[in-house]
Structures are given as structure tokens and as C-alpha cells.
């Protein structure tokens, strides 16, 4: 069992920036990648990010050279820098860890595990 807990979500005006942070504890596993994915009200849930143990990074298009994700081992701690902000952003944004039993893949990953979720919401 793996918990994930999501902080940093808030209101910001378009333009600005926030720092999502996913600190994930529980039973030891081989968490051979991790993501972020959001939802907004009425739309499908989409990723927005995924690493790989090795660093790779993966990036949904809409987020492309705005986003930045990163994750310190050391603290299990996964992170999303999200700079240039833009209305159509606001989301509540989820943390995703694998499991072998998950419904949801992107690319070799196959995500289980969700955090409870962060609100963002990015105002004209």
C-alpha cells in the first residue's frame, strides 16, 4: 500500500507560477515511475507528467516547456514546477504512483496509486 499526499495548490493569476509537491509513504515499492495528472470540471482526466527511476521525463502537450518535473529520492517526495500559467490550467492536479493492478497507463507506466488531489486555479 502506498499513500500519496499532494500540498502547494492555490490561486494565482495567469502568468504566475506554483510548486506541487506529492510526498509518498507506505509500504516500500518499486516505484519505477511516477506522475502527475489533473482534472477539470466536466473534461477527462489528462497526464501532465511522468519520470522514470532514471530521470526521463515525459510531458502532455498543452504543458510543453512550461511545466517541470522532479523528484528527490531521498525525501519521496515528487515535485511539479509549473510556471506561465494559463486559465485553461485550472485543474485539480493528482500525484500517481504505479501499481501492477492500475487502470490508468501512460507509456510503459502503469499508475494505481492517486493522491487526494490539489486545487489550481489560475484566474485572466
Known amino acids: 500500500q502506498v499513500q500519496l499526499v499532494e500540498s502547494g495548490g492555490g490561486s494565482v493569476q495567469s502568468g504566475g507560477s506554483l510548486r506541487l509537491s506529492c510526498v509518498a509513504s507506505?509500504?516500500?515499492?518499486?516505484?519505477?515511475?511516477m506522475g502527475w495528472f489533473r482534472q477539470a470540471p466536466g473534461k477527462e482526466r489528462e497526464g501532465v507528467a511522468v519520470?522514470?527511476?532514471?530521470?526521463?521525463?515525459t510531458y502532455g502537450d498543452s504543458v510543453k516547456g512550461r511545466f517541470t518535473i522532479s523528484q528527490d529520492n531521498s525525501k519521496n517526495t515528487l515535485y511539479l514546477q509549473m510556471n506561465s500559467l494559463k486559465p485553461e490550467d485550472t485543474a485539480m492536479y493528482y500525484c500517481?504512483?504505479?501499481?501492477?493492478?492500475?487502470?490508468?497507463?501512460?507509456?510503459?507506466?502503469?499508475?494505481?496509486?492517486w493522491g487526494q488531489g490539489t486545487q489550481v486555479t489560475v484566474s485572466p
Open positions: 519520470i522514470s527511476s532514471d530521470g526521463t521525463t
Open positions: 500517481a504512483a504505479p501499481a501492477s493492478w492500475g487502470g490508468t497507463w501512460w507509456g510503459a507506466c502503469r499508475f494505481g496509486y
Open positions: 507506505g509500504s516500500a515499492v518499486r516505484r519505477s515511475c
